[in-house]
Nanobody, 128 residues
């Protein structure tokens, strides 16, 4: 049984940082593309970042424009965990963050029909 469990959310002041974790069981993340999504109140869920499954030409990482240069996605194969390091957080980043498996590579990760397994979400609140 595949399970994804997010953690690391919380309340942080503007300009602060958080690191989210997505730990998998029943699935080797190194062979799966993993994406982070977020959903703010009264907004649609949106794709934030994606890390591709291991490839012969290396691992590819994708970011939505609003988080480029602030967020970093990474994977620890030994821990079977994908991380999302979030820096320079603003109130606009307030949302519930979810990780999900993505079929194939990340090139179209924002299409949520390509998502497979989802985690339960972790709340991130950026407020002073």
């Amino acid at each position: 049984q595949v399970q994804l469990v997010e953690s690391g959310g919380g309340l942080v002041q503007p300009g602060g940082s958080l690191r989210l974790s997505c730990k998998a069981s029943g699935l080797a993340l190194v062979f799966s593309s993993i994406a982070w999504f977020r959903q703010a109140p009264e907004k649609e869920r949106e794709g934030v970042s994606c890390i591709s499954q291991i490839r012969s030409d290396g691992t590819r990482k994708y970011y939505t424009d609003s988080v480029k240069d602030r967020f970093t996605i990474s994977r620890n194969n030994a821990d079977n965990t994908v991380y999302l390091q979030m820096n320079s957080l603003s109130p606009d980043d307030t949302a519930t963050y979810y990780c999900a498996t993505v079929r194939g590579d990340c090139d179209d990760y924002r299409d949520q029909r390509r998502a497979g397994y989802w985690g339960q979400g972790t709340q991130v609140t950026v407020s002073s």
